[in-house]
């Protein structure tokens, strides 16, 4: 199953690298496809929890792509990685809210 981890370490490359220009990014970063970034008090330290966020997440899925290297095709044990994914990406969503609480710009009520 070699080739399932050469693909699935592609995806790991692509996530590592939304990470590498969120740090880079000299403006605010949105998050969620087809958003505006959000306003924020401090754009790099938002961005820079923002890339973290990514590179936490994309170690992560890298790991739960580890079955493929020793397990044969079929087997149970690739379970621990089809379910792993959705349960890192809602812990993803859930920190990247509590980034946003922390760095969005506060609006006063009318």
């Known amino acids: 199953m070699i080739a399932g981890f050469v693909i699935w370490s ?4 692509v996530l590592l690298g939304i990470g590498i ?8 970063v949105a998050f969620y496809t087809g958003t505006k970034p959000p306003e924020v008090t401090d754009v790099r330290k938002y961005n820079r929890s ?12 890298e790991l739960l792509g580890l ?11 690739f379970l621990w990685s089809v379910a792993g994914v959705p349960l890192i990406t809602v812990a ?7 980034i946003l609480r922390k760095y969005e710009v506060k609006r006063k009520a009318e």
Request: hydrophobic share 60%.
């Open 67 to 77: 079955p493929f290297l020793f397990m044969k095709q079929n087997r149970l044990g």
């Open 21 to 28: 220009w969120a740090w880079k990014s000299e403006k605010g």
């Open 92 to 98: 993803l969503m859930i920190a990247y809210n509590r």
């Open 50 to 61: 923002v890339a973290v966020l990514w590179f936490v997440y994309a170690g992560l899925f």
């Open 10 to 13: 592609v995806v790991f490359l």
